[in-house]
């Protein structure tokens, strides 16, 4: 039973435009979420989040967007740039007593100069 | 600063065998997580330990069991390997039971069963 979804394996953009990740969850009880980026033979290093009482997190390059009522998240990157280049994955966390992420499968950002 | 250093990189391990993944946290860190990746998927929650203490637990069976020491660092011991078992095991460190951005990853154990 995936909880949280992404649902595109993979994207590919042009260096300089935006790239949109998506992500959607089914469990109500998550109230933060988080954006991780991996790149070959690392591990998942954070990049972004945001709680569930705000709609919009800003940092940099990187925006993220919360449609509680959809139950939809969305990643995006302004301008892309090739090192952005990798796996990124939404993960969700419930309210505190559960400290354990829940990942999504990935979507593997291609940005082409 | 050293980040999360897990041991060993690679591992290959015939089915039926037992396997030890080691995992150090960054210093000052008292919260360890275990997770694992198979290809294709994303990380996948087995256990959180904090302050030695068992704080969580994944769905996944009793061959697996972990424990942490006194000096906070982990191991995940896994028995009777299964070719399903072949994965990439994260080990993440944080200094509290922090939210998701307190946690750090390591670069992963690449277990392969054979």
């Known amino acids: 039973d995936q909880q949280v979804k992404q649902n595109s394996p993979s994207l590919s953009v042009q260096e300089g435009r935006i790239s949109i990740l998506n992500c959607d969850y089914t469990n109500s009880m998550f109230d933060y979420f988080l954006w991780y980026k991996k790149y070959p033979a690392e591990g998942p290093t954070f990049l972004i989040s945001i709680s569930s009482i705000k709609d919009k997190n800003e940092d940099g390059r990187f925006t993220v967007f919360l449609n509680k009522s959809a139950k939809h998240l969305s990643l995006h990157i302004v301008p892309s740039q090739p090192g952005d280049s990798a796996v990124y994955f939404c993960a969700a966390m419930g309210q505190s007593g559960s400290e354990k992420l829940v990942f999504g499968k990935g979507t593997k950002l291609t940005v082409n100069p | 600063d050293a980040g999360v250093t897990q041991s060993p990189t690679h591992l290959i391990k015939t089915r039926g065998q037992h396997v030890t993944l080691r995992c150090s946290p960054i210093?000052?860190?008292?919260?360890v997580s275990w997770y694992q990746q198979v290809l294709g998927q994303g990380p996948q929650f087995i256990f959180q330990?904090?302050?030695?203490?068992e704080r969580g637990r994944g769905n996944f069976p009793d061959r697996f069991s972990a424990r942490q020491f006194p000096n906070y660092s982990s191991e995940l011991n896994v028995n009777a390997l299964l070719l399903g078992d072949s994965a990439l095991y994260l080990c993440?460190?944080?200094?509290?039971?922090?939210w998701g951005n307190g946690y750090t990853f390591g670069s992963g154990t690449r277990l392969t069963v054979v």
């Open positions: 330990y904090y302050e030695k203490e």
């Open positions: 993440a460190s944080s200094w509290d039971r922090a």
């Open positions: 210093s000052g860190h008292k919260s």
